[in-house]
């Protein structure tokens, strides 16, 4: 079983992803597409890219409310494949991790 300190710094490092994710989804990002043809196609391109960052970002999000919970569950840490730990490196490096390998 994961240690409670160790638990509690996990818990602090997804509440603090999922508020700089959702402070990067507050700002309002300006894309002029007016002028001639290559404005349009690269203003379509960044509003593109745009689009891509924010699904992204809503999967992250989603993946961290999921960690929230299995911490508030006292299943965090605990491998979906196998119930075996998963390593704190593991989770250290991404704290969404659901399996152990």
Known sequence: MLKNVFLEKMKEILL???QDLLNKSKEKLVIDTDGDEID???GNQLIELNNQ???RNSSRLLQIEYALTKI???TY???QDCDEEIPEKRLIFN???LTCV
């Open 40 to 42: 349009e196609i690269q």
């Open 16 to 18: 603090q992803q999922k």
């Open 53 to 55: 960052f924010n699904t």
């Open 77 to 79: 840490g605990l491998c």
């Open 95 to 97: 704290p969404c991790y």
């Open 72 to 74: 508030n569950n006292s």
